[in-house]
């Protein structure tokens, strides 16, 4: 489904992103995890055209996205959750959730998944009418997955959905991203938490300055000596 192939990204003549390849393939969950300044946020950022990279592909069904527009990468059925929710603070829960079906012309069908939203996430409803910079943490989370989803992606791209959550608003969000996986869209995951992304991914690849240093099953990179002396404290 997705393909990324000998990606280099550069800020001005930093090289952030060092000429790394690697796949989503369809239904599965795959998470980059890696420490701060590895370069997780730069790949999301350039697969989702926010970003045009030095030279590489990025192959979404064997198109090309790389100079795809952003607004027509949505169209091509991937959206992203950004760090840090960045809801529209200003507006409404219910128009942030419009915004995100903003390039869909299917009226009903727009319609309907505002119903799965608010039936995914009941807390967006009770708050509809409420302007989203007035939510928690939690739920601003919850309305920038909602928002997403409302795009109708094939493929959704989630960087850092557990920063600064709660432990038990952490295991709710990553139950969500199971569910949403398991009803057919395919996730790639970015995230500081390894211990609970290695525990929900099919396949995992570990970024370190700029380049992917091991890959495998997440359960294969959770049992991995290196990795859990780097990223799960043992």
Same mark, same amino acid.
């Given at each position: 489904?997705?393909? #990324?192939?000998?990606?280099?990204?550069?800020?001005? *003549?930093?090289?952030? #992103?060092?000429?790394?390849?690697?796949?989503?393939?369809?239904?599965?969950?795959?998470?980059?995890?890696?420490?701060?300044?590895?370069?997780?946020?730069?790949? *999301?950022?350039?697969?989702?055209?926010?970003?045009?990279?030095?030279?590489?592909?990025?192959?979404?069904?064997?198109?090309?996205?790389?100079?795809?527009?952003?607004?027509?990468?949505?169209?091509?059925?991937?959206?992203?959750?950004?760090?840090?929710?960045?809801?529209?603070?200003?507006? !409404?829960?219910?128009?942030?959730?419009?915004?995100?079906?903003?390039?869909?012309?299917?009226?009903?069908?727009?319609?309907?998944?505002?119903?799965?939203?608010?039936?995914?996430?009941?807390?967006?409803?009770?708050?509809?009418?409420?302007?989203?910079?007035?939510? $928690?943490?939690?739920?601003?989370? *919850?309305?920038?997955?909602?928002?997403?989803?409302?795009?109708?992606?094939?493929?959704?791209?989630?960087?850092?959905?557990?920063?600064?959550? $709660?432990?038990?608003?952490?295991?709710? #969000?990553?139950?969500?991203?199971?569910? #949403?996986?398991?009803?057919? !869209?395919?996730?790639?995951?970015?995230?500081?938490?390894?211990?609970?992304?290695?525990?929900?991914?099919?396949?995992?690849?570990?970024?370190?300055?700029?380049?992917?240093?091991?890959?495998?099953?997440?359960?294969?990179?959770?049992?991995?000596?290196?990795?859990?002396?780097?990223?799960?404290?043992?």
């Amino acid at each position: 489904m997705l393909k #990324i192939e000998n990606l280099v990204v550069k800020y001005g *003549m930093i090289e952030a #992103i060092k000429g790394i390849s690697f796949e989503v393939r369809d239904g599965e969950i795959v998470t980059l995890i890696g420490a701060n300044g590895a370069g997780k946020t730069t790949t *999301m950022h350039t697969i989702s055209g926010l970003l045009k990279p030095e030279s590489g592909s990025i192959l979404l069904d064997g198109e090309d996205l790389v100079k795809i527009p952003s607004h027509k990468i949505v169209e091509r059925g991937l959206a992203q959750v950004p760090e840090r929710r960045r809801v529209f603070a200003n507006q !409404t829960v219910e128009e942030n959730l419009s915004l995100g079906a903003y390039t869909r012309k299917d009226k009903e069908g727009v319609e309907e998944d505002l119903k799965n939203v608010f039936a995914r996430f009941p807390r967006l409803e009770e708050r509809r009418k409420q302007l989203a910079g007035t939510l $928690s943490g939690g739920e601003q989370q *919850m309305l920038a997955m909602g928002r997403a989803l409302m795009a109708k992606p094939k493929i959704l791209l989630m960087d850092e959905p557990s920063m600064g959550l $709660s432990p038990l608003l952490v295991k709710e #969000i990553f139950r969500i991203i199971e569910e #949403i996986n398991k009803q057919g !869209t395919t996730i790639l995951l970015v995230e500081q938490n390894a211990k609970m992304a290695l525990g929900i991914a099919d396949r995992a690849y570990v970024l370190e300055t700029g380049k992917i240093t091991l890959e495998g099953t997440g359960e294969e990179l959770a049992n991995d000596t290196r990795v859990q002396q780097a990223y799960l404290g043992g």
